[in-house]
């Protein structure tokens, strides 16, 4: 099994910044994609971004290019989410999940327990 545990939801005012970290811990989980996914109260769970094993590839929707960046660290196993120019849209719990590496927006059943992002206007 994969365990994934996320850190550093909080409050924020709009336009500020917060980051956020997913830990991956178990079985080997060498050569899959990790993701940040999102669910605001009331809306279907939908995809943030995705970055490849290698940390060549990154993908992003729309509503938060030019203001998120995806990163891997150097032990491979955290994947970071900094988060800049919130908006009180981006208000949601996100999860952190392990993507396939063919398409990074696939997520493969692997997920953390949440870390809520709150932003106020």
């Known amino acids: 099994q994969v365990q994934l545990v996320e850190s550093g939801g909080g409050l924020v005012q709009a336009g500020g910044s917060l980051r956020l970290s997913c830990v991956a811990s178990?079985?080997?989980?060498?050569?899959?994609?990790q993701g940040w996914f999102r669910q605001a109260p009331g809306k279907e769970r939908e995809f943030v971004a995705a970055?490849?094993?290698?940390?060549?590839?990154?993908l992003y929707a729309d509503s938060v290019k030019g203001r998120f960046t995806i990163s891997r660290g150097n032990a491979k196993n955290t994947v970071y989410l900094q988060m800049n120019s919130l908006k009180p849209e981006d208000t949601a719990v996100y999860y952190c999940?392990?993507?396939?590496?063919?398409?990074?927006?696939?997520?493969?059943?692997?997920w953390g327990q949440g870390t809520q992002v709150t932003v106020s206007s």
């Open positions: 178990g079985r080997s989980f060498n050569a899959y994609a």
């Open positions: 970055i490849s094993w290698s940390g060549d590839n990154t």
């Open positions: 999940a392990l993507t396939s590496s063919l398409n990074l927006l696939v997520p493969l059943g692997y």
